[in-house]
C-alpha cells in the first residue's frame, strides 16, 4: 500500500461469509475506538499529514459504524479537517447511506460476478440486481466495481466466459468511473482454501485471465494479480 492509503485493523466483518475471502485473520474482534483513532494519529505522524485523495481500507464495510467501533461520519469529519478533500472507501451495499456527504467520495463494492447463482455459491449475500438498484438511485458516490476470476468451483471455459460477461455488464452500470478485475488467490484459512487443498478448486489460468482483461478497451477496466489479504496495519498500542 502507498502514504495515500491506510489500512485500518477493525473488528471483523459482520457478513463473514464470503468463501475467497481472507481478511478476518487480519481483523481483532477486541477492537476498541481508541484503537482506531490511535492508527489514524499513527499514520499522520509516519507521513506529516493526509493527501488531498486519501484511501481508508478496513477488510470489510467502512459505513459499518459496528465493525469500525467509531462513527463514518466523526472520520469524514477529521480527515475533511486534516485536508482531504476526496475519499475512497469499501463497502458492502446495505450499510451505505444515501445522502450526501462533506467530501467527495469513491464507495468500492465488491460484486465478484454478475451471475446470481454464482454470487449465492461464494456467499456474498446480494447480487448484481442489488448493485445495479444501489448505483442507480444512490448517485450521491461515485462507484467502483470488484469483479474476481473464477472465485467458484467450475470448469475453465464457463469461468471465463462469465468472468469476461461480469466484466462487461458491471462496466454498463451506472455512475461505475471504474471496474477492477482481480484475480482470484486461494486466500489461507478461507472455504476456497480447503476446496483447493482438496483439488476440487483450482484458479484460472494465468493466460485466460491477461487474454480476457487486455481484450477490454474501456479505459474504466482495471487489473490485479498481486497476492491479496497480505497488508501492514498501523501498529496499535497492543503490538508495541
Same mark, same amino acid.
Given at each position: 500500500?502507498?502514504?495515500?492509503?491506510?489500512?485500518?485493523?477493525?473488528?471483523?466483518?459482520?457478513?463473514?461469509?464470503?468463501?475467497?475471502?481472507?481478511?478476518?485473520?487480519?481483523?481483532?474482534?477486541?477492537?476498541?475506538?481508541?484503537?482506531?483513532?490511535?492508527?489514524? $494519529?499513527?499514520?499522520?505522524?509516519?507521513?506529516?499529514?493526509?493527501?488531498?485523495?486519501?484511501?481508508?481500507?478496513?477488510?470489510?464495510?467502512?459505513?459499518?459504524?459496528?465493525?469500525?467501533?467509531?462513527?463514518?461520519?466523526?472520520?469524514?469529519?477529521?480527515?475533511?479537517?486534516?485536508? @482531504?478533500?476526496?475519499?475512497?472507501?469499501? +463497502?458492502?451495499?446495505?450499510?451505505?447511506?444515501?445522502?450526501?456527504?462533506?467530501?467527495?467520495?469513491? @464507495?468500492?463494492?465488491?460484486?465478484?460476478?454478475?451471475?446470481?447463482?454464482?454470487? $449465492?455459491?461464494?456467499?456474498?449475500?446480494?447480487?448484481?440486481?442489488?448493485?445495479?438498484?444501489?448505483? +442507480?438511485?444512490?448517485?450521491?458516490?461515485?462507484?467502483?466495481?470488484?469483479?474476481?476470476?473464477?472465485?467458484? @468451483?467450475?470448469?475453465?471455459?464457463?469461468?471465463?466466459?462469465?468472468?469476461?460477461?461480469?466484466?462487461?455488464?458491471?462496466?454498463?452500470?451506472?455512475?461505475?468511473?471504474?471496474?477492477?478485475?482481480?484475480?482470484?488467490?486461494?486466500?489461507?484459512?478461507? $472455504?476456497?482454501?480447503?476446496?483447493?487443498?482438496?483439488?476440487?478448486?483450482?484458479?484460472?489460468?494465468?493466460?485466460?485471465?491477461?487474454? @480476457?482483461?487486455?481484450?477490454?478497451?474501456?479505459?474504466?477496466?482495471?487489473?490485479?494479480?498481486?497476492?491479496?489479504?497480505?497488508?501492514?496495519?498501523? $501498529?496499535?498500542?497492543?503490538?508495541?
Amino acid at each position: 500500500m502507498d502514504k495515500n492509503t491506510i489500512c485500518l485493523r477493525v473488528r471483523p466483518c459482520r457478513w463473514g461469509r464470503c468463501i475467497f475471502c481472507g481478511f478476518k485473520k487480519d481483523t481483532d474482534p477486541e477492537t476498541t475506538p481508541e484503537d482506531i483513532w490511535e492508527q489514524f $494519529k499513527t499514520y499522520k505522524e509516519t507521513y506529516g499529514g493526509y493527501p488531498e485523495y486519501f484511501r481508508v481500507f478496513n477488510s470489510g464495510s467502512f459505513f459499518d459504524s459496528e465493525q469500525m467501533q467509531v462513527s463514518w461520519k466523526d472520520v469524514i469529519k477529521y480527515l475533511k479537517e486534516n485536508g @482531504v478533500k476526496k475519499l475512497r472507501v469499501e +463497502s458492502r451495499p446495505e450499510f451505505i447511506p444515501n445522502e450526501k456527504l462533506e467530501i467527495e467520495m469513491e @464507495v468500492c463494492v465488491g460484486l465478484e460476478t454478475a451471475f446470481p447463482n454464482r454470487s $449465492k455459491e461464494i456467499g456474498k449475500g446480494f447480487d448484481f440486481e442489488d448493485v445495479k438498484k444501489l448505483v +442507480s438511485e444512490n448517485r450521491n458516490f461515485e462507484y467502483i466495481i470488484y469483479i474476481l476470476a473464477k472465485p467458484y @468451483v467450475t470448469d475453465n471455459e464457463t469461468a471465463i466466459k462469465e468472468f469476461r460477461e461480469s466484466l462487461e455488464q458491471s462496466l454498463t452500470l451506472p455512475n461505475v468511473i471504474q471496474v477492477h478485475a482481480m484475480y482470484c488467490r486461494p486466500a489461507k484459512g478461507t $472455504k476456497l482454501n480447503k476446496l483447493w487443498n482438496e483439488k476440487k478448486w483450482s484458479g484460472m489460468p494465468l493466460k485466460s485471465y491477461y487474454e @480476457v482483461v487486455k481484450s477490454f478497451k474501456d479505459p474504466r477496466l482495471t487489473f490485479d494479480v498481486a497476492m491479496p489479504f497480505f497488508v501492514n496495519f498501523p $501498529k496499535s498500542k497492543k503490538e508495541k
